[in-house]
């Protein structure tokens, strides 16, 4: 389980806007706010998960304060020893997706007094093709790093291109199959660890729990990064074929479901406790599950 | 045409570069380097161009400085009387769309001493369906602002996806096909201007004529974003297919070709001469280009 982080200053306690920002009007205040935040919900959840996600969207949206929150998060959740998913589905021609590489899995700065915007890992839109995926898998590998490709998202519409039937020999397969098995090859060239895993993962919405079952099998080395459990409709059941026999290979993400668990109490000064409980009830809700699926329980 | 600002520090000349900052030691005298770079390259092609395109890939490289230059840029350029272009390729479900909307069409911050990120357009991936495109669509209208969704782009290996076939039917279109028809509909639904185009535009690499040809009947009310003239092979007679008979409806971008044209005379001091002469000639190309195809010079 991995804890998104998607700041939504509207939806967030009193407790952590003491001077009730207005959005619009002091962007400086706001990302503060959302720094205090991620930074409580990071402390309150570091013993449970592997990595968190911040949403790299809800940062831009606040401008460059917004941005500074980005790499403040970042850097707390290193402090607390977790891995970072920097979910910026960035995706561009080779130089320029070789410039996005190295911005957000390359070198940190240096100690300027600044943080940089480098996670372990991101996630990637397939739309340009390999070449501009290749930079990503090229900048990873160098820094022991990795990435998710976007194969079949979490969203209602997601289908209206991702399950579009492709004309090849000997009939039909949908684009996202197709993207499937790039995923598989560029992943098999980069290499696969003594894990069974390579760098390259794959991004499977959790609300698409049979196109999951064959893309498991098309990506048999590909960890996936599963969205959509939780406030987007997905239950456990609905993950389950996103791991593999033994239990591993993917990694399931919630966002608003525990960074708002808050809201049904609506005790605000406890939010970090009530999102530590979602997360623990989410853990053992997929736990059971894939129990019941007969798989072994190899985290 | 619009100028791409694509600032690569190993190709600015030394007279912008007056301490030769090293790149990755100290990415604040970076970032500032390349906000003199670009202040100069605005100021040398104003009259010239209705617009420039920061490819935003370049900045987010610098990390946090890096977009402060990317900011800095964008409001030379609005004072300047420029429209900006955000070369951002932006797409995600919903309400992360909303969310990367706001932040590149929204309103700009107010007055807190800092820029936005707010730019007149920006670049837009469909991977994900209407539900990720249909939020900028909405902001952008909002604001009297636009898109350009991908389409065709302009790299080599551009074919993978959106060269394939996909079923239909009555036989097969290509993806990117698929995706102008969806272009050429959001357009519709948003609304065409007195004009006789709409807020969606459509990224078609000037790399491909052939398909630019058929796109530019798919999608009539659509104002192309042709990249690929110069540095990636384009040249006038291939951009012409996307334009209008009245030779509207299209603008063509470059930017190595015309930010780092002072390296073919080696002039570092004359970068501005000549990026502004490499201009001119690109408009003088492709107006000759245009009168001889018989479309109207509607420009």
Redesign the interface.
């Known amino acids: 389980v991995v804890v998104g982080l ?1 700041p939504d200053l509207g939806r967030m306690p009193p407790c952590v806007l003491p001077d009730l920002p207005d959005e ?5 205040a706001a990302a503060r706010s959302v720094t205090d935040f991620n930074r409580a919900i990071i402390d309150a959840v570091a013993d449970l998960v592997p990595a968190v996600k911040p ?1 790299v ?2 940062y ?9 929150a980005y ?1 403040a998060t970042i850097e707390h959740a290193h402090r607390r020893g977790l891995l970072v998913i920097g979910d910026v ?6 130089s ?2 070789a ?2 590489a ?3 899995l ?5 100690a ?1 007094g ?4 480098t996670a372990d890992a991101v996630t990637v ?8 995926v290749a930079p990503f898998i090229e900048c990873a590998s160098r820094h022991g790093r990795g990435l998710f490709v ?1 194969v079949k ?10 399950d ?4 090849g020999d000997g009939g ?1 397969r949908t ?1 996202h199959e ?2 499937a098995s ?1 995923v598989a090859r560029w992943g098999t060239e980069a290499g696969v660890g003594a894990s069974g895993y390579s760098p390259v993962g794959a991004v499977v919405g959790a609300t698409y729990p049979d196109h999951a079952r064959r893309l498991r099998r098309l990506m048999p080395h590909a960890i996936f990064l599963v ?1 959509g459990y939780g406030a987007q409709g997905g239950g456990a059941a609905d993950v389950v074929p996103c791991f593999d026999r033994r239990g591993l290979g993917a990694v399931v993400s919630a966002s608003r479901s525990v960074l708002y668990a808050w809201q049904r109490s609506g005790e605000g000064d406890r939010f970090t406790e009530h999102a530590r409980l979602e997360v623990q009830r989410m853990i053992a809700d997929i736990t059971a599950a894939l129990r019941r699926s007969g798989r072994a329980l190899g985290g």
């Open positions: 998607d619009a009007g002091d962007p400086a949403q969207a809800f831009e949206r606040l401008g460059l304060d917004g941005l500074e790499a589905k960035r995706g561009d021609i080779g320029t997706a410039a996005y190295e911005g957000h390359g070198e940190p700065p240096p300027t600044r943080s940089g915007l839109n397939p739309y340009l093709g390999r070449d501009g976007l998202t979490s969203n209602p519409s997601s289908g209206e291109l991702q579009l039937a492709v004309a039909h684009l197709v993207v790039l969205p």
